[in-house]
């Protein structure tokens, strides 16, 4: 059974902090891993799509990588507007289609004091 | 690009009563689409998954009658919760994920369901 565990399950820095939150994987046929950003009250937003071991994806003050068994989301210097849950998907191999269902983990919640 | 959009963002209804929550993807047309629900603090949990113009698959322990589901085109999904009790209240939200957006899931806005 696929499992996801993200750690730590809650983080708090302050803003210029820079830190990295964990995406830890166990699944059959890896088809992507998925890291959203949610705010509360409202929908996950797309983030990065990883697809195999050493991939890298950067957006503004985000990074992703991706080993074999785990994923890493790096902030750097973060501000308070990147305060959100960070969740991270996986999705198993589905026979060759592009709509293999997501496995969730928990979630990282993340505050950036000023 | 890669829009989804909820309607209605929330709604409250009486117990025994039925909600209808639409799901639509407004730049690209989704094969599939999934419908999650999450309780406070929780993370997403999939409900089902639908095909355009299938039956769903429902996870393990949902109720397919008491959440009906209708794919009935490229760009509208809806998700029926019959006869809702208080225990159906939560944030409901849907996916697409189509061939020209190929192996990415877009995420709408979700709808809060209150049943009193």
């Known amino acids: 059974e696929d499992q996801v565990t993200q750690s730590p399950e809650a983080l708090r820095l302050q803003e210029g902090e820079s830190s990295s939150l964990n995406c830890s994987y166990t699944?059959?046929?890896?088809?992507?891993l998925f890291w959203y950003r949610q705010d509360p009250g409202k929908g996950p937003e797309f983030l990065f799509t990883?697809?195999?071991a050493g991939e890298e994806k950067e957006k503004e003050r985000l990074k992703a990588t991706l080993t074999k068994k785990e994923s890493f989301l790096h902030i750097t210097a973060p501000k308070p507007e990147d305060s959100a849950t960070y969740l991270c998907?996986?999705?198993?191999?589905?026979?060759?289609?592009?709509?293999?269902?997501?496995?969730f983990g928990q979630g990282t919640i993340l505050t950036v004091h000023p | 690009g890669a829009v989804v959009s909820q309607h209605p963002s929330w709604v409250i209804c009486k117990s025994g009563t039925s909600v209808k929550i639409e799901c639509r993807s407004l730049?690209?047309?989704?094969?599939?689409m999934f419908w999650y629900r999450q309780f406070p603090k929780q993370s997403l949990m999939l409900m089902a998954t639908?095909?355009?113009?299938?039956?769903?698959?429902?996870e393990q322990g949902v109720e397919k009658d008491k959440f009906l589901i209708n794919h009935a085109s490229l760009t509208l999904s809806t998700l029926t919760v019959t006869s809702a009790h208080p225990e159906d209240s939560s944030f409901y939200i849907c996916?697409?994920?189509?061939?020209?957006?190929?192996?990415?899931?877009?995420f709408g806005p979700g709808t809060r369901l209150t049943v009193t």
């Open positions: 699944v059959s046929g890896l088809r992507g």
């Open positions: 996916s697409a994920s189509g061939t020209d957006v190929v192996y990415e899931q877009y």
């Open positions: 998907a996986v999705r198993q191999n589905a026979g060759g289609t592009s709509y293999g269902k997501l496995t």
């Open positions: 990883l697809y195999s």
């Open positions: 639908s095909n355009e113009g299938s039956k769903a698959t429902y």
């Open positions: 730049d690209f047309q989704a094969t599939t």
